[in-house]
């Protein structure tokens, strides 16, 4: 069968970008971006958002993407549920919401990052009955993945929600048991709550499934 990526490139995505992208998921943020050559596609992109989530380097992350946008061989679907919500989500976390918002409101409604962004940017205004909207309507849409819960306890987390944050990492962990990401917010929860013991066991498993993050 006939291979072929968002780009509409018929030999579809490199083994290169879609290592990177899985080593950004890991958090292995340095490590991804070693692999990045030639022709960048959507994988690319993702993996570099991972320099703002991961390392906290927003500024980073939204020097890369604002190029991205520039970006000949990233047209269409590419530039609309990646390239611009990635932006947005890096320009809400620098302060620069009216343009976080203005690039949110135009990406698609049925579009995982789109509506992570939408969330992370009520977040950053203070609207928290708005952001739970978002992270709502980002489960339904992702059910029965972890995707959905995943980010609601990270939001939670950031809110000082934190036994909302273990509820939803926990049903998280139920939907992909060796997803590190669920289990390090669940040990933070713990963390911030004094259960220290609690939270050391929740990092190791974490650890587990992610050992070079260097968070856990």
């Known amino acids: 069968r006939t291979a072929f990526d968002l780009e509409g490139r018929s030999a579809g995505y490199t083994p290169l970008h879609l290592r990177a992208r899985a080593l950004a998921s890991l958090h292995e943020v340095t490590a991804a971006e070693g692999l990045e050559s030639g022709p960048l596609d959507t994988n690319s992109y993702q993996a570099i958002s991972a320099r703002g989530s991961t390392l906290g380097d927003w500024a980073g992350a939204?020097?890369?993407?604002?190029?991205?946008?520039?970006d000949p061989a990233l047209v269409g679907d590419a530039q609309v549920t990646v390239v611009r919500p990635l932006l947005a989500e890096a320009y809400a976390h620098l302060g620069r919401l009216d343009q976080a918002k203005a690039l949110a409101a135009a990406t698609p409604l049925d579009c995982y990052r789109c509506l992570v962004t939408r969330g992370e940017i009520a977040t950053l205004e203070g609207d928290g009955a708005a952001a739970d909207q978002w992270w709502a309507e980002?489960?339904?849409?992702?059910?029965?993945?972890?995707?959905?819960?995943?980010e609601w306890a990270r939001n939670l987390l950031v809110r000082g929600d934190l036994d909302g944050a273990i509820v939803h990492a926990k049903r998280a962990h139920q939907f992909?048991?060796?997803?590190?990401?669920?289990?390090?917010?669940?040990?933070?929860?713990?963390?911030?709550?004094?259960?220290l013991a609690g939270a050391i066991a929740k990092f190791s498993q974490a650890d587990a499934s992610a050992p070079r993050w260097g968070r856990n």
Do not use: V
């Not at 980002?138 to 995943?150: C, D, M, S, V």
């Not at 992909?176 to 917010?185: G, I, T, V």
């Open 138 to 150: 980002l489960e339904r849409q992702t059910q029965p993945r972890a995707l959905g819960p995943t």
């Open 176 to 195: 992909s048991p060796r997803y590190a990401d669920p289990l390090a917010l669940w040990g933070e929860a713990l963390l911030r709550k004094g259960d």
């Open 62 to 70: 939204a020097r890369r993407l604002e190029a991205g946008r520039n």
